[in-house]
């Protein structure tokens, strides 16, 4: 055995994370990149290429003993084209596509036993759900991207017209709060959690995260590492997935899954003994997993978020004031072009006082992000 | 102000190790390297050259915001060339003398009142200090190299002819362990230092550390960093250094400097909120410092060194068996070929059960070395 080589199918911040924990354990990353510009491309090494281009895929991961991805939008037919080489492929195409198409999900959660919102296939009509309620591309949706709600019947219709295929109807939910957890497994079946994390979210997106969820019960936490861990083996995966649940008072409702190392996840750098990029290549590697335990009362993280400015797009001096205001801050740069709704960054803070964490934290972000400027 | 670049001379584990932190906070490294095939040069960017083309090294150093070291043996020359071109060099060339010249840094300790052993300088006759006793060459002399124990006077004539010029002698304390403290300080005079870490040594080679040294009393940590603070601030420090110290009862004496990153600070990759690789950038980029808090009771780092063996030099192979035993166990690999005495990487493990931390982490280091099968 020797050193190997692990292939990310996509270079954005993901793969660049994927990073550090590769230089400590000695292995060597290669990314299919766009371009050699995007994030993790500008410090790994990578080959620049179209996805569209199968041979060039093929080739690329003959180099490489085995293949992963670091986002959703792989033609699930390239996945297939690489299995059938022979190379090994974590998630396994018939994993993944509960990542990638959102019917197919739902109907696993439901074979598995899992809770499940109302939903049903759209191709015309009445719907049986009550407006309002949510409509979901069945694939090619990504981070709240083909995800609408939807008033009434047209509104629905014309939305259905724009799309031009079927698609799902969800429940609208009044839930109390959006959870997550990250989930990882090893071909040989070896799983392992981390603790479930408070997403907060504005506009569809992501804005911070708290590790471990406040004031959820030990029943809750159980039975939410119950639902990922059932997940993880009904779909046989191999890596890393965050499970995106939704609460509503003692009932837990899976909204997604994500096979990939996970914005709800980035905690785990510093939060946790082994993060969840250390994890995902340890699974993928069919090496044993990492202790998930957490190495502080919280962990609360905050995405840094381009907003609509005049400003320079100064990502460095706003160090000189946020690292002497807040010493133990963790800023995890990108180096992305700072654009409107962009994730450009993150940064973690860990300690037990949870309410000066969160300040902090909201401070933080939107002080690198132009937002404010004291 | 945008995202400075930072030239390390130098392309080792230590100038590896900068790599994540550099990644997280967007920092560009240039290494000044000896060939590509150094530990840090097989990722990241780097020019190769020798030291003694000073043309070559002031050409790299034109591209770089500011240039720092990561081993002692440049000559002084070099660094003050460096410094006349204008460029910013930290630590200053006349701060970096303590790390490479042991008669220099004597007297300066002497100088700033703290605890030398007894001393002098060596040209030839009968010493005034008593048998056995240590000899030191005063300069190029590196992690225990140019050290030696002499027994009586003949030994020390003929060491002194082979070494061919002025040497240092001290006295050979019985002392009870030996610690070393890390220290970081920034342009500005902000400094901060981490936990003594109690060093342990085979054969003049450190073996593992453990932060904070059990068993020292409050007052003796105390004194401890006020000794490195005293230190940093008389030789106007810019970076990390490390403070290596006798313990003798309750008297403390300096033994030597290392103005870089050193491995009695390698615990504070994952012990401490912010490590010292990400502490030396911070200080030479003028950034504010960073938390030194511990984030477990205990840090245990054990460093791999090579053994004489016949077997494959496969430091892969042994994470199925390390990983599944210890799954806290955090892994570094320098990417060195194995050779008996050389380090070629280094395990570190958090916890309270000290015993159990300190029986893994010789394990892991053992059975990575290939000194132990099972």
């Known amino acids: 055995m020797s050193f190997p080589t692990v292939g990310v199918i996509g270079a954005g911040q993901l793969a660049r994370m994927m990073v550090p924990p590769a230089i400590d354990l000695g292995i060597s990353l290669s990314l299919f990149a766009g371009a050699s510009s995007e994030s993790g491309a500008q410090i790994a090494p990578h080959t620049v290429g179209s996805l569209s281009n199968t041979g060039a895929v093929l080739e ?4 490489c003993d085995v293949i992963t991805f670091e986002h959703e939008l792989i033609a699930p037919e390239l996945i297939l084209a690489l299995e059938a080489t022979g190379v090994k492929v974590f998630p396994k195409a018939s994993s993944f596509t509960f990542s990638q198409n959102k019917l197919a999900m739902r109907k696993k959660m439901e074979e598995l036993g899992l809770p499940n919102p109302s939903w ?11 407006f309002p309620l949510i409509a ?3 694939s090619g949706g990504y981070d709240g991207r083909g995800v609408f709600k939807v008033n009434d019947l047209s509104e629905l219709q014309s939305l259905h017209a724009s799309i031009g295929q079927t698609i799902l109807l969800e429940e609208l939910l009044n839930f109390d709060y959006e959870i997550a957890i990250m989930v990882a497994r090893s071909p040989q079946g070896q799983a392992a959690t981390w603790a479930p994390t408070l997403t907060v979210q504005r506009d569809g997106i992501c804005t911070q995260t708290v590790t471990p969820v406040p004031e959820l019960s030990k029943a809750l936490v159980a039975k939410t590492a119950q639902i990922a861990l059932l997940i993880a083996q009904g779909i046989d995966l191999v890596g890393v997935m965050a499970v995106e649940i939704f609460v509503v008072g003692d009932h837990l409702i899976v909204n997604e899954l994500a096979l990939r190392p996970h914005n709800s996840g980035h905690w785990s750098i510093e939060g946790s003994v082994t993060s969840q990029f250390e994890q995902h290549l340890r699974a993928v590697l069919d090496l044993p997993l990492g202790d998930t335990a957490l190495l502080a009362p919280y962990a609360v993280m905050g995405n840094v978020i381009g907003i609509e400015t005049d400003k320079s797009n100064d990502l460095y001096r706003p160090y000189l004031h946020l690292m002497a205001r807040s010493p133990g801050l963790k800023v995890h740069q990108y180096m992305k072009e700072l654009r409107p709704g962009r994730k450009v960054g993150h940064v973690t803070l860990l300690g037990a006082d949870l309410l000066h964490l969160r300040s902090e934290v909201s401070h933080a972000v939107d002080y690198l992000s132009g937002a404010i400027d004291e």
Do not use: F, M
């Open 60 to 63: 690329w991961a003959s180099h």
């Open 136 to 138: 979901k591309s069945i």
């Open 120 to 130: 049903q296939e759209y191709d015309g009509g009445t719907p049986e759900i009550e």
